[in-house]
């Protein structure tokens, strides 16, 4: 029972991660195209760092 319950909140757990990490995305999407429009070259490197992680953590998350 106590393997049921454990896995279930690592589900819940994973599935609240998962919407967060599609929040980041979205925003982080947004100050890159915010970045382009202004042609801000570090703002732009920086984002493309972000999002990198997030996809990354994305792909780690799904392949649970």
């Known amino acids: ?3 049921i319950v454990h896995a279930s909140r690592k ?3 994973q599935q609240e991660r998962l919407a967060v990490l ?5 925003y982080e999407l947004a100050v890159l195209f915010e970045a382009m ?8 490197e ?5 999002l990198k992680k997030i996809r990354m953590e994305l792909l780690k998350l799904r392949a649970l």
């Open 37 to 44: 429009q202004e042609s801000n070259e570090e703002q732009k």
């Open 11 to 13: 589900k819940t757990s």
């Open 1 to 3: 029972m106590k393997q």
């Open 22 to 26: 599609r929040l980041e995305l979205d």
């Open 46 to 50: 920086l984002s493309k760092q972000k």
